[in-house]
Nanobody, 121 residues
């Protein structure tokens, strides 16, 4: 079992930054790939980033590449998503997710409750 709790969302102006945190509780965090997904109104959920269990690999779609980074702190059982140069199109509910069975986020077993990120002036 793995429970995921997101924090750090909110309202930010275009060009600003936010850091999302995903705090995990459970024994499978260390060997889970952890990902961030987002879903905007009327759109499908999309993967924003994924970090492998050993933190050696991370992936980003072109829409956020160069602006977002992902990291994990094993001591704190937490994964961070640093979002810079935010754009209005980044507005969405962001979800933390975990795959305890592989090194990618293609198959997700656990989801957080989601947190709102709004980019607006």
């Amino acid at each position: 079992q793995l429970q995921l709790v997101e924090s750090g969302g909110g309202l930010v102006q275009p060009g600003g930054s936010l850091r999302l945190s995903c705090a995990a509780s459970g024994s499978s965090f260390d060997y889970s790939a952890i990902g961030w997904f987002r879903q905007a109104p009327g759109k499908e959920r999309e993967e924003v980033s994924c970090i492998s269990s050993n933190a050696e690999t991370a992936s980003f779609p072109d829409s956020v590449k160069g602006r977002f980074t992902i990291s994990r702190d094993r001591a704190k059982n937490t994964v961070y998503l640093q979002m810079n140069s935010l754009k209005p199109e980044d507005t969405a509910v962001y979800y933390c997710a975990a795959n305890p069975y592989g090194s990618t986020c293609r198959a997700i077993t656990y989801w957080g409750q989601g947190i709102q990120v709004t980019v607006s002036s």
